[in-house]
């Protein structure tokens, strides 16, 4: 069955980096267009970034370009988010999901908290 | 960016009534060629993530009840959860793919027990 698990949410300062990660197994990731996508607390949900299934085709929302980058490593079966010059407003769950056409699988989500 | 709005925000049926929840997009996401709409309904319970429900508007993805049903073409959908079941409280969203560099999602309707 199909599995996105994220991973390496945690409590970050302003201003430094973090990277997540999410393992995919159960289907051919490689055929498959990725994106993140995020929910601060108690809030709603905010597309974040897309890469299609060949890694050469990236979308990102206007609040993380230039500061989140997205990538994949098909021979890993791993998405991931490296996220720089983090603000408190990317305080929020990130979940990475599958798309066929739609958005058909969401991992669980890692939480990723940006405070001094 | 196309913009969806949900309403209401926040509505309280009674067990085993009709939720019908609306979602309006700031342009068509009907793609002209393949006559489909880019519009997809998820569930969210506290805690867990979005579960999606329904896809190109009106399919309903395979495990899902026959008592969430979608509809709508355009610029107009509407989800419509017959009989409603206690299970059935959470937040739901609509969301648009028809843009493929802007993906959106209305702000969310809570539906409650009345």
């Known amino acids: 069955q199909v599995q996105l698990v994220e991973s390496g949410g945690g409590v970050v300062q302003p201003g430094r980096s973090l990277r997540l990660s999410c393992a995919a197994s159960?289907?051919?990731?490689?055929?498959?267009?990725m994106h993140w996508v995020r929910q601060a607390p108690g809030k709603g949900l905010d597309w974040v970034a897309v890469i299609w299934s060949d890694g050469n085709t990236k979308y990102y929302t206007d609040s993380v370009k230039g500061r989140f980058t997205i990538s994949r490593d098909n021979s890993k079966n791993t998405l991931y988010l490296q996220m720089n010059s983090l603000r408190g407003e990317d305080t929020a769950v990130y979940y990475c999901?599958?798309?066929?056409?739609?958005?058909?699988?969401w991992g669980q989500g890692t939480l990723v908290i940006v405070s001094s | 960016d196309i913009v969806m709005t949900q309403s209401p925000d926040s509505l309280a049926v009674s067990l085993g009534e009709r939720a019908t929840i609306s979602c309006k997009s700031s342009?068509?996401?009907?793609?002209?060629?393949?006559?489909?709409?880019?519009l997809a309904w998820f569930q969210q319970k506290p805690g867990q993530p979005p579960k999606l429900l329904i896809y190109?508007?009106?399919i309903r993805e395979s495990g899902v009840p026959d008592r969430f049903s979608g509809s709508g073409s355009g610029t107009d959908f509407t989800l419509t959860i017959s009989n409603l079941q206690a299970e059935d409280v959470a937040v739901y969203y609509c969301?648009?793919?028809?843009?493929?560099?802007?993906?959106?999602f209305g702000q969310g309707t809570k539906v409650e027990i009345k």
């Open positions: 190109w508007a009106s």
């Open positions: 159960g289907f051919t990731f490689s055929n498959y267009g």
């Open positions: 342009q068509s996401v009907l793609f002209s060629s393949n006559n489909k709409n880019y």
């Open positions: 969301q648009q793919y028809y843009s493929t560099r802007m993906y959106t």
């Open positions: 999901v599958r798309v066929d056409g739609h958005f058909d699988y």
